[in-house]
């Protein structure tokens, strides 16, 4: 697996460390800090996603099927992953002093994390799999690329000359 996808394992479990911390609060406070620390670490998570989808574009998948699906499935659970943390800091900004509702998130996220090697066997692979397999299939692809043509066609008023 590629360094830059591996990454991501790192920064998922420093999330632990920081809801741990939210969920050790008094409740009824927020400490500015750790939620500070907690979008921070966010926008961090998302830059590697990004670093992620450039080493998951080098993989060719006619030499490393398998190692294409797993990083594909690896970055889907890390957008669901990001959507989570985005909710919980758009939360934690709108209303620090609701504590319930951070604590309940902060919960949904430490399981989806216990969770994710089955998450990702369960789920994530065989998504990865059928996407990569039918985005790969000669006949889907041809049939793809002549619907795109047709709508080019259609946009542009058939200009090309083949209409």
């Keep these: 697996m590629l360094p830059a996808i591996e990454d ?13 911390k939210l969920h050790d609060q008094e409740v009824g406070t927020t400490d500015d800090t750790l939620v500070q620390e907690f979008a921070a670490a966010t926008g961090g998570y998302s830059r590697a996603i990004n670093d992620a989808l450039k080493a998951y574009a080098s993989i060719d998948y006619s ?31 709108a209303s620090p002093t609701a504590s319930t509702e951070v604590a309940r998130r902060l919960d949904l996220l430490e399981d989806f994390l216990l969770q994710k090697e089955s998450l990702i066997s369960s789920t994530y692979v065989d998504a990865a799999r059928r996407e990569l397999a039918a985005f790969h299939d000669p006949s889907v692809r041809g049939a793809l690329e002549e619907r795109l043509a047709r709508l080019l066609r259609d946009r542009t008023g058939g200009q090309d000359g083949r209409r």
């Design 8 to 20: 991501l394992r790192g920064k998922e479990l420093a999330f632990a460390t920081i809801a741990a």
């Design 63 to 93: 030499t490393e099927p398998t190692v294409k699906v797993r990083s594909k499935a690896l970055i889907g659970y890390a957008y669901d992953f990001l959507a989570l943390l985005v909710d919980i800091v758009r939360v934690m900004e």
